[in-house]
């Protein structure tokens, strides 16, 4: 690390700060031995020129005086070096201790907290600025108001530190009978409780979820495989070890290993540096962005501003005529030889910009150049949003992209053997050798072929072991409930169910019941479990995703799905499970189709659950209205 980079940064001004104090200490303590090494005390000062005398008896011996006077002085002298001493001695320990928290930051999960302080301190900025504002008014009203009869509050210092007093410890038997008595009775209460509610109720808890925000924010961004101080203490002692008991040909040290890299690394650049170079190197220039998306660089700018200004407009007027005048009189002599530096002209049309005008330039370029990077950043983080939400929607069904290949392929499958049903004759047909899977296809295996159509009939139970989604409360769960093709995209359109909220529950407890029509390109039921949040957006807690191939016509799927959410710790949904009841009902060609392929299993024309491993005719399959055999 270059010094520069040690003074950038300003926690490390606590350093320097308590390097300070503690040589402040020292030279204190030396003074103050120096001072009792000096020290002399006479046996007795008699100050008394003459304490038997009648008259002017308290009469005083002026050098006796002065020594005992001295000796006071030396004595409170030092008396005051020693509690200037202890002062600093303790403040440096303070200080010391700081230090070892901003030291923590080395270790992952010892750093929490310094971690945790360094992120929120702009908030901490903004919220001390508010909470100053508050403060001193409630300070001044308290003045004004009690400071006349109640003691604590005559001065503003006073009323600052009663109401600090009020903060941090509440007693009203300290202060009530005094300001009671200070002012009406209603005015006592309205200054009271509009200073326990904004105060304490409201800016002391926003305090405090700035900080548990911070800490949360911190902590999820925390490798949870890191290891601990104990983990990394042990392979230190252990590397230690090895170090001194294996020997050097086999096992090379650390400091060895140290020496050998820090040989190699002198001479060469350092890291900064080389970060630094291929920065600049990369970096475009800062972009002005004008009103309608126009951007102008700030080089442009520069030779506009340059332009812009009068009495540089009038000479680069005068320098581009001179220019042009030279020109034609270098062509009328030189003719073919005529040869014009490009640069030397551009730099006398454009003129010759002084220091002012540069410093002029350069300091409006900076400004809106740094509003122009401001936008620019909003505009890039609300599309980093747009992009998270969409990547979110597509991550959803993600993982069904693979049935939807097989979809594909099952389709074209199809399509193959229709073709050749048609092309050659049935003698042909029949001696051809067909896999075994195709020898007797069932009636669901014919519809999964087909476009799958009907209605689907959903029932969410219940779910179980859901984890807790806010820091005090448990979850408020709810369940949006639609169909969706398989790169994610809702295809119900405003066919979109979504359960009742149940409140503060790990395991709540729906029971509803609804009906989604599948729509063309359907391949999925997708069941999202959302955390109710009346403040911020609402949290994904899990998805579940029930292809539409695994439902069987007529036969209910009763059973317990598992929740996932790849944006949340897999430790956290290990349990999390929902109860769903699914039925997907065919429509009327579908049921045609049951009643070709198994004419015996319709009842009253209602199809039965045994139809689904029904098989179709052998020889016609269920095709075309049958053949003689099925018929």
Known sequence: ????????????????????????????????????????????????????????????????????????????????????????????????????????????????????????????IHFSVIFGVVYFGFVVVGHVMFGHLFEPMAT??????????????????????????????????????????????????????????????????????????????????????????????KRLPDYKLLEILLQHKAGLPSTAVLKQALEDSTREPDPIILKGGVQIEAESMRSLIAHGLPEKSEEAAAAASRVREEEDAAMLELDDSWEVDQEEHAAAA??????????????????????????????????????????????????????????????????????????????????IEKPSDMLGHSADTLLKKNRIKGLLRVTVVEARNLPKMDLIQSTDGYCLVFLSEPYGESVTGAVTFRTETVLNSINPVWNADMELPIMPGATALTVAVFDFDSISKD???GVVHVHLTELDVWVQQDKWFPLHNHKMDDSRLKDAEIHLKITRLPDAADAEIFVRAQPSMVVSGVVTADAASAEPCPECHGRDGGCESCT
Not at 102 to 113: A, I, P, S, T, Y
Not at 173 to 191: D, K, L
Not at 393 to 414: C, D, P, T
Request: proline letters at 4%.
């Open 350 to 431: 454009d003129g010759e910009v002084d220091e002012d005008s540069k410093e002029l330039i350069a300091d409006l370029v900076a400004r809106y150049a740094a509003e122009s990077a401001a936008e620019a950043e909003k505009e890039e983080d609300d599309t980093v949003f747009l992009l998270q939400v969409e990547h979110l929607k597509r991550e959803l069904s993600m993982f069904r992209a693979a049935q939807h290949m097989h979809a594909n392929i099952v389709e074209m499958e199809e399509q193959i053997t229709q073709m050749a049903e048609t092309v050659l004759p049935p003698d042909k047909l029949r001696a």
């Open 539 to 541: 949290d994904l807690v």
């Open 156 to 249: 503003l210092e006073g009323s600052a530190i009663e109401l600090f007093f009020w903060l941090v410890g509440y007693d009203p038997t300290a202060f009530w009978e005094g300001m009671s008595h200070a002012a009406p009775v209603w005015a006592f209460q309205i200054f009271l409780w509009a200073y326990l509610i904004i105060v304490f109720f409201i800016l002391f808890n926003v305090l405090l979820a700035i900080l548990i925000d911070t800490y949360c924010e911190i902590k999820g961004s925390q490798d949870p495989d890191a290891p601990g101080f104990l983990e990394e203490l042990y392979a230190i002692i252990v590397s230690y070890c090895a170090d001194v008991f294996i020997s050097h040909e």
């Open 1 to 124: 690390m270059r010094p520069l980079d040690y003074f950038s940064n300003v926690w490390n001004y606590l350093d320097l700060a308590h390097f300070f104090l503690m040589w402040a200490a020292w030279i204190n303590w030396l003074l103050y031995v120096n001072a009792a090494l000096q020290f002399e005390m006479n046996p007795t000062y008699p100050i008394l020129s003459d304490p038997g005398a009648d008259l002017r008896y308290l009469a005083t011996d002026a050098d006796k005086e002065k020594a005992f006077l001295d000796f006071l002085a030396s004595i409170s002298s030092a008396c005051d070096r020693l509690a200037l001493y202890n002062s600093l001695t303790g403040v440096s320990v303070l200080f010391f201790l700081f230090r070892i928290i901003k030291n923590l930051d080395f270790q992952e999960r010892m750093g929490v907290v310094s971690r945790t302080i360094t992120t929120a301190v702009p908030d901490l």
